[in-house]
């Protein structure tokens, strides 16, 4: 029997309004205050889902990376709400200074990422974890130690991302925990080419979250998202000192139990804004069919792509996307 072609998906490039889309609400939570204040005060709006043993997945970045979450954030947080919290990574599957785990420890020393023990998962090896209901794949190779946690916190710096266009909590899982030597390679290169970036737009797209699928089916309703949408690069943090100059407003924090509502809310925040504001980040979006990623999680059944947005600064107001995109500072006034 002749073997079925795998054939991508398309629409990556267009945007969908809130208007066209159908299904379920889910609800996102949102604070304009971009302080350790504001993200201990929105993590407790979702650790409700979090018990046990809690991995925190967070990008530490390049050395000297200037736009990752700010390192002070992070160990307020560990330190007021999550004692027993580790914060996890995996090595990277380009050259550079974490693609192995001796180059990776010292990256995060320089990073300042001393204050709590990183879990490097692939430092000995890896191990698969099945994906329900992919086209690309039946299972995933993530970081050996991922399934000792009893439960995950995506702490994501949300901006854009050379190849998927955005790098949300949907990156931040599906790259993050896929290990640097096999998981990795199988969402950026088809086997026997040369190119180890050969895959890209729609069926990019879609391999990332097929990656990201297998893991949050394995923690259930024992994960919870958060992105921070502050220095928003159209460049990933993996570019470091080379992403490119921060164009687009800083906004607030989000958070979720739904990792689609949340990366779709993000997403039509910067949508929202005005044209001057908005452009560097929907440019890079489109250019890479990004939006993809939103669209196979909503046909892979991971969430809700319609959600109300419940204001904590403001007595848990419901406020729509122009009242948050109001007034928004350019970045490094």
């Known amino acids: 029997m002749k073997e079925k072609k795998v054939v991508p998906g398309t629409g990556g490039e267009r945007y969908i309004p809130y208007e066209e889309r159908t299904g379920g609400e889910s609800v996102v939570f949102f604070t304009r205050d971009l302080s350790a204040e504001g993200l201990t005060k929105i993590y407790r709006r979702i650790q409700g889902a979090l018990e046990g043993k809690i991995a925190v997945k967070l990008h530490t970045g390049e050395k000297n990376g200037p736009n990752i979450i700010p390192r002070e954030w992070v160990r307020e947080l560990m330190e007021k709400e999550l004692a027993e919290g580790t914060i ?6 380009y050259e550079g200074d974490r693609d192995t785990t001796e180059k990776h420890r010292e990256t995060l020393k320089v990073n300042g990422w001393t204050f709590r023990e990183v879990d490097i998962m692939d430092a000995e090896g890896a191990v698969t974890l099945p994906v329900k209901g992919g086209k690309w794949f039946t299972e995933m190779s993530v970081g050996k130690t991922l399934p000792e946690y009893d439960s995950l916190l995506a702490l994501t710096h949300f901006k854009g991302h050379t190849k998927g266009g955005f790098g949300g909590s949907n990156k931040n899982i599906g790259i993050g925990c896929a290990d640097g030597k096999v998981g990795k390679a199988m969402i950026h290169t088809t ?5 180890q970036w050969d895959i890209s737009d729609e069926e990019f797209m879609e391999r990332m979250t097929e990656s990201t699928k297998a893991v949050a089916d394995y923690f259930g309703k ?6 921070v949408m502050r220095n928003m690069s159209v460049s990933c943090d993996c570019e470091g000192i080379y992403a490119e100059p921060v164009v687009t407003p ?3 924090i989000c958070a979720s139990l739904d990792i689609l509502a949340l990366d779709q809310a993000c997403v039509d925040i910067i949508y929202a804004m005005k044209e001057e504001e908005r452009h560097a980040l929907v440019e890079r979006m489109e250019s890479r069919h990004g939006l993809r990623q939103l669209t196979y999680m909503k046909e892979l059944g991971m969430g809700n792509d319609r959600y109300t947005l419940v204001d904590i600064d403001n007595g848990d107001k419901v406020v729509p ?3 948050v995109v109001k007034n928004l500072v350019p970045f490094g006034e």
Do not use: C, H, R
Request: proline share 4%; net charge negative.
């Open 88 to 93: 996890i990574e995996t090595n990277s599957y």
């Open 191 to 195: 086997p026997g080419q040369n190119d």
């Open 222 to 227: 024992k994960i919870a998202y958060i992105n």
């Open 250 to 252: 800083n906004v607030g």
């Open 321 to 323: 996307l122009s009242e």
